[in-house]
């Protein structure tokens, strides 16, 4: 919920000003700014990241993920832990790791006696790939960052979102 401060003004024999405090359920005109420009900004840089490990020969951004996030989390989570740990919405995370299950990147095992309950295993296959996609990714992801090291506050980085060239690097 957001508030703003307007000035009221009443004219009789001088401006008197008062100010007020609104409420507002709807987002500021630079909140939509931000919201916008980060969906911009994200969508060029992994359409790029993307291209690039295509390029390579190596799959989707979505697997390095689904792979790093098993890694990072000690290798083994719940379909629902890893659900919360990533952007992937529930119905493709269980196609993705079926997947990589079939390309032998993680395991899929029972928990100890519970049939229901079940861990996603990154396998040594799949860290050695998350690897080879990170020599990828991450020069690329760093040089789309270096451009907003110099960003002077939210207008700065609306601005470079806005540009004509942004993704054309």
């Given at each position: 919920?957001?508030?703003?401060?307007?000035?009221?003004?009443?004219?009789?024999?001088?401006?008197?000003?008062?100010?007020?405090?609104v409420k507002?359920?709807?987002?500021?005109?630079?909140?939509?700014?931000?919201?916008?420009a980060?969906?911009?900004?994200?969508?060029?840089?992994?359409?790029?990241?993307?291209?690039?490990?295509?390029?390579?020969?190596?799959?989707?951004?979505?697997?390095?993920?689904?792979?790093?996030?098993?890694?990072?989390?000690?290798?083994?989570?719940?379909?629902?832990?890893?659900?919360?740990?990533?952007?992937?919405?529930?119905?493709?995370?269980?196609?993705?790791?079926?997947?990589?299950?079939?390309?032998?990147?993680?395991?899929?095992?029972?928990?100890?006696?519970?049939?229901?309950?079940?861990?996603?295993?990154?396998?040594?296959?799949?860290?050695?790939?998350?690897?080879?996609?990170?020599?990828?990714?991450?020069?690329?992801?760093?040089?789309?960052?270096?451009?907003?090291?110099?960003?002077?506050?939210?207008?700065?980085?609306?601005?470079?979102?806005?540009?004509?060239?942004?993704?054309?690097?």
């Open positions: 919920m957001n508030f703003h401060l307007i000035c009221l003004s009443e004219f009789r024999n001088h401006i008197r000003s008062e100010h007020a405090v507002c359920d709807l987002p500021t005109p630079l909140e939509t700014d931000i919201w916008v980060m969906n911009r900004i994200t969508r060029i840089v992994q359409a790029e990241i993307g291209a690039a490990l295509k390029s390579a020969g190596l799959p989707p951004l979505k697997w390095y993920d689904l792979l790093w996030s098993l890694e990072s989390q000690g290798g083994r989570l719940r379909p629902f832990e890893l659900g919360r740990d990533t952007i992937l919405e529930q119905s493709n995370l269980s196609h993705l790791s079926k997947r990589l299950e079939a390309e032998g990147l993680i395991e899929i095992v029972e928990n100890n006696g519970d049939r229901r309950g079940k861990f996603l295993q990154i396998t040594d296959k799949g860290k050695a790939l998350r690897k080879r996609m990170w020599a990828i990714y991450g020069p690329l992801l760093h040089d789309q960052m270096k451009a907003f090291n110099a960003v002077d506050g939210w207008q700065s980085f609306i601005a470079v979102a806005q540009a004509p060239d942004a993704g054309n690097s």
